[in-house]
């Protein structure tokens, strides 16, 4: 292959949730991009396996995710109009927890400074609008008709299919055994040959650590479990016509999250929303322990405790992986050091629902060194 064929405006490295939507945004642009991935598009070795991820805008983590938020619906709605899977279900969305607790004093707060429509409901109406619910006394509620879930396999797929049809080069089962960067641009090399490129986007998920650590930002990555359950009551009680998305704070500011039945699987889907246990960055990528008996009892006892009526039997559970950063929030920026790259990286178990929008700051930061979103609170330089 001539050398002018190796050569990229810009080449992203890893093309699961992130990099997928960072080659769409950059080959729609006319951009040439190269998305290098070591694994199959999608995969169930990272982070976006699962069939469902969670999408909301009443963000209690941070106000400021907010209008990130209102474009990440925006462009998932744009990339299912073109796509043959649906992508985004609005079944709405429940959260309860105590009226001190983060879930409901945050989603609040948001939903205040960003003028976002919801319903605030106290403990009686919670009983009587969400009888499959039973919450504690001292409990209220938060419900947006627009939260909902994403199928993350099938949007990254529609990601990578659409980048594809506008011009992107895309290799899966490609590792990048190596990069250099300088100030013309960056040296990749990867099993399938060496490549060079104006700019390089890493978007390495799990594999990020190393990168970060010459930054001097500690990333730790953890274990998670995800299990499927039978509904004891009927099941039509849970379909994603009749149930809403939920998040229920179980151990403030942590707690447990789970959605409504998918159209092409039984069972209701549960989950914990806390690091789990450590990983070692070499054991990252072959086959993450499956969850041991007693993890499972623990989601099937919340289950039981908060929708008696879903806590069948355990029809399927796996694991997966988060990518802390040092304070849960998420680090995107152009590299403190080297120009020509960008990183997307620490998403804490809570980036997917914004994959849509960070694909498209990082063909911003890529193409013009700059966007017009508000990204400040998520540079890796707030870390000294
Ligand atoms: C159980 C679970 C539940 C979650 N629930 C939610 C939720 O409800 N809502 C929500 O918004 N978020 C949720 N998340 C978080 C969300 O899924 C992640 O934040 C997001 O998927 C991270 O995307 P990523 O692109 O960083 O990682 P990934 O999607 O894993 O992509 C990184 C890619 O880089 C590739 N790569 C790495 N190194 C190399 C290399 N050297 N060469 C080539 N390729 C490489 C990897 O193979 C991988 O495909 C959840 C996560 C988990 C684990």
Redesign the pocket.
Known sequence: MSAANNHFDVIV?????????ACYHLAKRGIKVLG????D???N??????K?????KAYYEHPDYVPLLERAYELWDELEADATEKIIYRTGGLYLGSSYGSIITGSLESARKHGLPHRYLNHAEICEQFPSFQVPETFEGYFESEGG??R?EDA?QEHAHQAEKNGARILAS????DWVSSPDGVEVK?SAGNFSAGQLII??????GPILRDLGIELTVTR???AWFEPKDDPKKFTHENFP?WFIETDPPHGH?G?PTLPSQKGLKI?E?KPGEPILADQV?QAVDPPNQSELDDLQRVLNTFIPGAAGQLLKSC?????NSPDQH?IVGKHPELDPVSL????????????SV?GEILADLATNGATRHSIEFLSPKRFG
């Open positions: 490295l890893g093309v699961g949730s992130m990099g997928s939507a290098l991935e070591q694994f598009i999608p995969h070795q990272g982070s976006h396996h699962g469902s991820r969670m999408i909301r879930f994403i993350p990254v490609t590792p990048v055994l990867s978007c390495a998920g799990a594999w990020t998670q479990v995800q998305c999250y959605f989950a929303h990528g694991t997966c992986l988060y990518t998420f997307a990286a620490g998403f804490s178990g809570h980036g997917y629902k914004f994959a960070m």
